[in-house]
């Protein structure tokens, strides 16, 4: 039987240990070979690594588990490269997020100004990634990205290494589905969707089970409660920490003003930006949470075990993240055909879209990548939006790679979050300061 090299890519993240656990409770039909960390910052690595090897050693201690800075020996005839890499870290994430609240738009990672700054960080970083991968991975590679932003990358990507074997996804959609199901009481793999959309930027249109399409409920549930269940630690403890669970709560805002579709959480940046921007705490945003949450709790837990020998396994979980890249791997590996959302290049797929938008929308994935699904025409109000959306995403691409500063303050001055070209021009400037040594040069 055939066996694997997977190399995770941005080893010295948070997740890992929880993608690898996942990853292990499919050991029996996705047999490793070699298990390799990637990483340009060996100490965070090597902390994660304490963690990771307690997994291994508990559920498959034969495992090679390799840990390198050298892309070399990290891709070297690797069949799968998982890619997470947060160019700049939790640092550069709370620039993302402060400067523009200090002029009161939208402060979030990926969405808004902040996810523009973070996506002029990615976008080589991710290029020289697939470089490497081109040149040491087997031919047959997959890489599967979870590397924000994910809308941005994807569009750069394609435009720049359009031949790379890159499946883009995103946890989003089947966070959503999570919650969906346990609100219809049913599991996740009994739910089919139908959703349209860019990343972090979409709607879901029908939740069938057994063929019956149950979006009338959840669209009544979340007009009264958002997509929260009165306890979502049952339901799983990813997206269930208290800021997570105002997002899932602002959704009835949204669905009592436009009741047709779901809309995907991070419509909240958008469409009720003023209200965000209200309840927003400047001084101390979400990556100020997950650098004294999810981080610590996680380098604890090494600190810990260094110390007494012991491992506190609550410092880390599978979740439907660690879940969804293995599943959708497999697909890929096995020929499973299975459906998922995923971020593709349209191709008629939302036919009055351009061909050439990076969307989200189901696809089947084989062997051979993605089989998209139709989703036809969209309405209006969605298209607009989306069109808004799409064209200050490609401009921020265009900016980064002619490196012109009038491009970027264009894609600024495009985000719906932003009220006009001076609030814009003074972020830009901003984020141009803060993210010296990591932007492309602006002129
Ligand atoms: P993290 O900071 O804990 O880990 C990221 C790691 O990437 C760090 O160890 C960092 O040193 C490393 N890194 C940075 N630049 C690199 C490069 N050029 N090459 C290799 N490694 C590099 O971050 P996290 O919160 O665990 O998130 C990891 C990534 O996954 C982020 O991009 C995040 O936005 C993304 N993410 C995406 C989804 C999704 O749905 N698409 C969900 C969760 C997280
Ligand atoms: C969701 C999104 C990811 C994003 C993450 C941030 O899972 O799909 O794209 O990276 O949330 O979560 P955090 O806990 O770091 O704020
Ligand atoms: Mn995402």
């Not at 799968?80 to 738009?105: N, S, T, W």
Request: hydrophobic fraction near 40%; include cysteine; charged fraction near 25%.
């Amino acid at each position: 039987m055939k066996k694997f090299i997977l190399t995770i890519a941005g080893g010295g993240s948070t997740y890992t240990p929880g993608i690898i656990k996942s990853l292990l409770l499919n050991k029996e039909q996705f047999k490793l070979e070699e298990l390799r960390m990637y990483d340009l910052d060996a100490e965070r690595q090597n902390k994660v690594a304490v963690v990771v090897r307690e997994v291994i050693k508990e559920m498959d201690p034969e495992l090679k588990l390799t840990l390198t800075t050298d892309p070399q020996e990290a891709f070297t005839n690797a069949d799968f490269i998982f890619a997470q890499m947060r160019v700049g870290k939790y640092a550069m994430r709370e620039h993302d997020e402060k400067i523009p609240l200090k002029y009161d738009v939208v402060g979030q990672e990926t969405c808004g100004p902040g996810g523009m700054a973070y996506g002029f960080r990615t976008i080589f970083p991710m290029v020289q990634l697939i470089d490497y991968v081109e040149k040491y991975a087997k031919k047959s590679y997959w890489i599967v990205n979870y590397s924000n932003p994910a809308s941005i990358v994807a569009e750069a990507v394609r435009r720049l290494r359009p031949n790379a074997r890159v499946m883009n996804i995103c946890d989003m959609p089947v966070g959503a589905m999570r919650n969906i199901s346990a609100i219809l009481g049913c599991k996740r793999e009994e739910l089919t969707v139908e959703y349209f959309g860019l990343n972090h930027f979409g709607w879901f249109t029908k939740a069938y089970v057994n063929g019956v399409d149950r979006m009338p409920e959840i669209l009544e549930h979340t007009k009264k409660h958002g997509l929260l269940l009165p306890d979502m630690s049952k339901v799983d403890v990813q997206h269930s920490d208290p800021s997570w669970l105002k997002t899932w709560g602002n959704i009835k805002y949204l669905v009592e003003m436009f009741p047709e579709y779901l809309p995907n959480p991070y419509m909240q940046y958008y469409l009720i930006s003023d209200h965000i921007v209200e309840n927003a705490n400047k001084e101390r945003t979400r990556a100020n949470e997950v650098m004294e949450g999810r981080e610590k709790k996680l380098f604890s837990a090494v600190d810990r075990y260094n110390d007494t020998g012991e491992m506190d396994t609550s410092a880390f979980y599978v979740g439907v993240h660690g879940q969804f890249i293995v599943d959708v791997a497999m697909s890929l590996a096995f020929d499973l055909r299975k459906r998922f959302l995923v971020i593709v290049e349209n191709k008629g797929a939302i036919a009055n879209l351009p061909d050439d938008a990076m969307v989200e929308v189901p696809a089947y994935i084989t062997s051979n990548g993605p089989e998209v699904v139709r989703v036809g025409e969209i309405p209006l109000f969605y298209k607009g939006l989306m069109e808004q959306q799409l064209a200050s995403e490609k401009l921020l691409v265009d900016a980064a790679i002619e490196g012109s500063y009038t491009k970027a303050l264009m894609a600024l001055t495009m985000n719906k979050t932003v009220k006009s070209a001076f609030q814009a021009k003074k972020i830009l400037d901003d984020f141009i300061e803060a993210n010296k040594g990591y932007w492309p040069e602006l002129k």
